[in-house]
């Protein structure tokens, strides 16, 4: 069972490898993988901590994360092993219920995996 709540600094080490493993797998699919920079390198730039930040568990790890502010999803990466389990589905539906029915966010050209979500 997956549960939701707001991340504190100890999720750091967790959420910074989801990102890595999964914005490698967006990048295949869009730009490639030249494009990469790691959580480390983006976090503070690209203001992940603008908004609110809320992270997915379940019952031993946290399995994806989710930053928005305002009306926009900023940040939404799953846990490359927990793919097609609903967990996107679920860190939107927070995103939704904590901004209101409507929500923006951009995708790359080519990750369909996020456009179908």
């Known amino acids: 069972m997956i549960h939701l709540q707001n991340y504190n600094p100890e999720d750091w ?64 990466y799953v846990s490359p092993d927990h793919y097609r389990q609903g967990i996107g589905r679920i860190l939107l539906r927070q995103a939704i219920n904590r901004c209101g029915e409507t929500v923006r966010t951009s995708v790359l050209s080519g990750n369909d995996a996020a456009l179908h979500l």
Request: hydrophobic fraction near 55%; proline fraction near 0%.
């Open 13 to 76: 080490d967790a959420i910074a490898v989801i990102h890595d493993r999964a914005r490698l797998d967006e990048l295949r699919a869009s730009v490639g993988v030249e494009a990469f920079l790691s959580l480390e390198a983006t976090a503070e730039n690209e203001g992940l901590f603008e908004g609110e930040v809320w992270v997915a568990c379940d019952d031993k790890a946290i399995v994806g994360f989710i930053a928005f502010a305002d009306d926009e999803v900023t940040w939404l």
